[in-house]
């Protein structure tokens, strides 16, 4: 029988549920993500996946806030930078979505690996709104769902993958927050559905006058994706996708900026401000680690241009 998962609560700190053996793993978890972050988090997840080795095999359900719980592996490299309370967790996805909050839209968390987006953007510090979690892999689905079971499976889930068209794929990769399905039929690995953003607008799962945040965290799909959401982003929809740090070219931006109807939006932590792009020299600055992806915005929607302007007009305030 699984034992209870540990316990934490990241606005008091305190760690419930853990053997001496797993409060020292806690620990050194901090520890290493408070060093770490001085060189954008290098290494720290295989030294967390090194330790993940000794400890037993059991969830931590960690508290976001009041209203919403976050389970994942104990020891988890990828995850378990959430210990250290002082981490945050893509931050300009947070800002907009906290901003939102009195927005009636929707999350489409494509790539929504074990749902930390739909359990937050559904809970009540975020306007309690409606998340549809979308992901391929059968072991993170699991923990996706688990993830939905623990909140009152108030978002929705879907096993699938996010491409260009409806179809079949394989998806391969060894880490679990890495999948996909770039590799074509020939990589190995699981086979998995393949929706288009428009096929959710087809099947009825959305609608053309809905509005909608898009999060696109599909490992390398990025511009096949946002070729299948043509009707999706004619509305009043929002891209949330990542820009690879180890791209000097900038692909997914230059796809955006030149092959779309789009506006090209970048949150600057230089001056804290969303900026619409013409031009992406400013990427070269931003992306200072080759390791990391940053997150870019594309929308034609007037509703939600006016709602980064208003971040911004927040953000002077606020400095």
Same mark, same amino acid.
């Given at each position: 029988?699984?034992?209870?998962? &540990?316990?934490?609560?990241?606005? %008091?700190?305190?760690?419930?549920?853990?053997?001496?053996?797993?409060?020292?793993?806690?620990?050194?978890?901090?520890?290493?993500?408070?060093?770490? @972050?001085?060189?954008?988090?290098?290494?720290? *997840?295989?030294?967390?996946? +090194?330790?993940?080795?000794?400890?037993?095999?059991?969830?931590? $359900? &960690?508290?976001?806030?009041?209203?919403?719980?976050?389970?994942?592996?104990?020891?988890?490299?990828?995850? %378990? =930078?959430?210990?250290?309370?002082?981490?945050?967790?893509?931050?300009?996805?947070?800002?907009?979505?906290? #901003? @939102?909050? #009195?927005?009636?839209?929707?999350? +489409? #968390?494509?790539?929504?690996?074990?749902?930390?987006?739909?359990?937050?953007?559904?809970?009540?510090? !975020?306007?309690?709104?409606?998340?549809? $979690?979308?992901?391929?892999?059968?072991?993170?689905?699991? =923990?996706?769902? *688990?993830?939905?079971?623990?909140?009152?499976?108030?978002?929705?889930?879907?096993?699938?993958?996010?491409? $260009?068209?409806?179809?079949?794929?394989?998806?391969?990769?060894?880490?679990?927050?890495?999948?996909?399905?770039?590799?074509?039929?020939?990589?190995?690995?699981?086979?998995?559905?393949?929706?288009?953003?428009?096929?959710?607008?087809?099947?009825?799962?959305?609608?053309?006058?809905?509005?909608?945040? &898009?999060? +696109?965290?599909?490992?390398?799909?990025?511009?096949?994706?946002?070729?299948?959401?043509?009707?999706?982003?004619?509305?009043?929809?929002?891209?949330?996708?990542?820009?690879?740090?180890?791209?000097?070219?900038?692909?997914?931006?230059?796809?955006?900026?030149?092959?779309?109807?789009?506006?090209?939006?970048?949150?600057?932590?230089?001056?804290?401000?969303?900026?619409?792009?013409?031009?992406?020299?400013?990427? #070269?600055?931003?992306?200072?680690?080759?390791?990391?992806?940053?997150?870019?915005?594309?929308?034609?929607? $007037?509703?939600? +241009?006016?709602? !980064?302007?208003?971040?911004?007009?927040?953000?002077?305030?606020?400095?």
């Amino acid at each position: 029988m699984a034992q209870p998962p &540990i316990q934490f609560d990241r606005t %008091s700190g305190v760690l419930e549920g853990a053997n001496p053996w797993e409060r020292m793993a806690a620990l050194a978890l901090v520890a290493g993500s408070k060093v770490s @972050s001085l060189f954008s988090h290098r290494g720290y *997840n295989s030294c967390a996946n +090194l330790l993940r080795r000794t400890l037993p095999e059991r969830d931590i $359900a &960690i508290k976001l806030n009041p209203d919403a719980t976050f389970a994942f592996p104990y020891g988890d490299g990828y995850w %378990s =930078k959430l210990l250290n309370r002082s981490f945050k967790y893509e931050d300009e996805l947070e800002l907009l979505f906290r #901003d @939102s909050a #009195d927005v009636d839209y929707t999350l +489409l #968390d494509c790539g929504a690996n074990y749902g930390y987006w739909s359990v937050l953007v559904s809970s009540k510090p !975020f306007g309690s709104r409606h998340a549809v $979690a979308i992901e391929p892999s059968s072991a993170n689905f699991a =923990k996706l769902s *688990n993830n939905a079971a623990i909140n009152g499976n108030r978002f929705e889930v879907m096993k699938s993958a996010i491409g $260009a068209t409806r179809g079949m794929a394989r998806l391969s990769g060894t880490k679990h927050e890495a999948f996909s399905i770039a590799g074509g039929v020939d990589a190995g690995g699981e086979e998995v559905p393949v929706l288009a953003l428009d096929n959710l607008l087809d099947d009825g799962k959305i609608s053309p006058d809905g509005k909608y945040l &898009i999060k +696109l965290d599909v490992e390398g799909v990025e511009i096949e994706a946002i070729k299948g959401g043509t009707r999706v982003l004619q509305g009043d929809a929002v891209i949330l996708c990542e820009e690879h740090g180890n791209d000097p070219n900038h692909t997914v931006s230059r796809y955006i900026l030149e092959q779309t109807p789009l506006k090209l939006i970048v949150h600057d932590p230089a001056s804290d401000r969303f900026e619409t792009l013409s031009e992406l020299s400013i990427l #070269d600055r931003i992306k200072v680690a080759s390791h990391v992806g940053y997150n870019v915005f594309g929308t034609s929607s $007037a509703f939600w +241009l006016d709602r !980064f302007n208003r971040l911004n007009t927040a953000s002077r305030r606020v400095h």
